[in-house]
């Protein structure tokens, strides 16, 4: 187990700067070096969690501006700093986001679930767009087959299908139908894209599945209205989903080639440990609701210059995005499950 140090976050933040201080390090693509894995690139497809401002600008949408690190936190998302410890360019698909709130980023597939966000009148790119149109669209990506593609997908088909809003929350139930008819939808549409990227020539597809959104202040506070019974009853629809696609992958015949990263319960963990690991504020506030007469809007604390160096007690930094330095410890748990799977000695 591992803790962050005050002078860790120092060096943190000097990290930042240095990858995020101006537009044209966003897309700079460092030379492949030589890697102990067998990919030197990494391909990123999703929504909001791993835009690294590349997907959101390719569509209009410069996120510098929202909090001056290109992302929808208070700095990198989890998918550039697993570029880093890998050692690997990333070119990143995923787009996340909005100006002003309420509308979220990418879906799975925009024929089961269209995306709010628009991007010239229709629904921004869903992972289905960002693989089969802007990644293969011209056939094979000429680096696919040195390339570790990367999914983080369906927390916004998760709140369109699923019953967390019935009431009373007792009837929020694993077995509920349309929770099963997700599960198996979500999945089928997942594997078909991860499928697809393998058939295309990709080595490997690591998935990382639905994170807890149940916790998150706009779940349990604002959605959940304080109700346990809610925001508990969800979680286990979110487990049970997400115990459901790690089946399906297991029994792909491509099952050899995919990795399953379960940030579902790192995240729970590091919340029931969160003191510990620096988050010394209330789980149920946040630094940015859009709202700043909002109760567990702390937005005052967190937006201290330079920039937002007060977030970090905080474990959430939007209503539904964990702060920069979670993203960061995502990563660095990331690598652990790939160096397993590639049998890479870590040490
Ligand atoms: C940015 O996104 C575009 C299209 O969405 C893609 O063609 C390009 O490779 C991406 N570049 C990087 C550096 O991620
Ligand atoms: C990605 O694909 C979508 C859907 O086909 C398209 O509208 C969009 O322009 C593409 N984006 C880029 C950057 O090519
Ligand atoms: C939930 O609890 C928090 C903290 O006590 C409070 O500030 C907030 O107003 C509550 N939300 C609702 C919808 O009751
Ligand atoms: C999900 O799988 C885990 C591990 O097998 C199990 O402990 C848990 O009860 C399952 N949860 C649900 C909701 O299916
Ligand atoms: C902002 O939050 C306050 C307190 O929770 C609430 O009364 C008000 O309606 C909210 N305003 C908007 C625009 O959502
Ligand atoms: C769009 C889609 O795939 N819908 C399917 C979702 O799952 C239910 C039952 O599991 C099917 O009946 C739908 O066709």
New binding site residues.
Partial sequence: MWTLSSTGFASLLAVQALYFSSAAARTTKKKPSTSKYPFNELVVFGDQLSDNGNGSYAHGLDPNNIYGYYTWTDGPVAPTYLAELLNVPLQDYAWGGSYGGGLAGSTIDNSYTPAKDLYKGKPVPSTYDQIFSNYTAKGKPANIENALQFMWIGQNDLKKHTNWYVKPPTLIT?DAKPNVAFYNNFTTLLLQQIEHLIETGAPAVMYVNLFPIQTAPITAGFLCHNNTVCADNWG?VI??A??FTQNALANSQYADKIIYYDVYSFMIDIMNNKNQYGYTEPLYFLCDSGNQSNPVDHFKECAVPPKWTHARPFFWFTNDQPETTMHQMIAQDMLKTIDTFFKVDSS
């Fill in positions: 694993p286990t487990e049970a997400n115990n």
